[in-house]
Structure formats: C-alpha cells, structure tokens
C-alpha cells in the first residue's frame, strides 16, 4: 500500500543540543485550496521551499523542529477513509515504518530506537474522522565508527525526536501532517504543537 510519500525534510544529523523552546507567539493559517488542506502555524515559523514535501515549515531558532504535509498520488490512490489503514493501532505501525525507512542510515555504528507513544482517533468539527499518531525516535552513533578495538567505540546519543503525525481522508487522497521536535523543546512547547495538530483540515476541492 502508497501509505505516505517519502520526504527528505529531516536532518541525518540532528542539532538537538541548539534547541531552545520560544514562548507562544500565535498562530497563522495556511489553506492550500488547490490540493485540499488547511492548518494553523506558529506565526514565526518560516516557510522553507524545495524541501520535497508539498508544504513545509520550520522553526527559524529550533533548527530540528519543523511541520509539513505530505500526500498520496491522485492519479495512484483510491483512499474512502482513514480507515482504509485500519484502526490507529495499525496505521501507527505503517507510520514508524515510513519514518524509520527515511532515516536509514548507511553510516557504521548507526542504531536507532523507536516507540509507538500513543495512537488515537477523533471527529473533528468538519465531521471526518483523524488519526493521530506520536513516535520518539532516538539516534546513536558510534563516535569512532572505524575504531578495531570495542573499548575505543563509545556510543553515544546523536538526537531524541519526537514525530507527530495526523491523517485524514479526501478527495480519494491521503493527507498527512507532520511535526518534529526535539524531545526537550516538545516539554515546552506541548500546547502549541497539539494546537496544530487539531487544526489540520482536509478538504473537498472543486472540480
């Protein structure tokens, strides 16, 4: 199954430790009217153009935080519902596979841990059905990867994100709304990126 088009948004190497969580600044909409979606945005975040999905922003001072929107072919999809992916239990799995697929590393000593923190379903007030989905994802690497003996290879944490995904269904497509951060700035910043996640929208386009 096409679940998510694969994007090439996310650093390989994280700048978590020049994280700094910004105190709440508002919010703007963005509606993309020719492709159906809609969310709400923090106002200082900066759209960044050519980075493989079909929208994408970030966080001009967290450089590891960012959101976009990928979805799937019109011409290759047939999607009803969301429920075309099975329960959120299910679509969480397909999730943590497409992320981990992107964050394939061909480096020596590269390991990576991943969890499935909480999957959900809600109706929001446009009446369709959303899944919600949050994976952490930690990095490790090897900090002399071509080092002979095992005393000289010391591991060591490279970045622990937290990814949160929405998904919704229309116009036979599947939407999904991505937001990545740090785990520490998500701490702070909670509130906020929950407001964006509930404000994502699909919509009807107009033939």
Known sequence: MALILSSYMFSEFGFDNLAFAQQSVGFREYIDQFDGYSFKYPQNWIQVRGAGADIFFRDPFVLDENLSVELSSPSS???KSV????????????VLKQYLTEFMSTRLGVRRESNILSTSSRVADDGKLYYQVEVNIKSYANNNELAVMPRERV????WDRRYLSVLGV?????????????ENVFVEEENDLRKVMDSFRVNKIAV
């Open 83 to 94: 429920e075309d992916l099975g329960p959120p239990q299910e679509a969480g799995k397909k």
């Open 170 to 182: 229309e116009n036979n497509q599947l939407y999904e709304l991505r937001l990545q951060t740090p």
């Open 77 to 79: 999809s047939r999607y």
């Open 155 to 158: 591991v060591r944490l490279e």
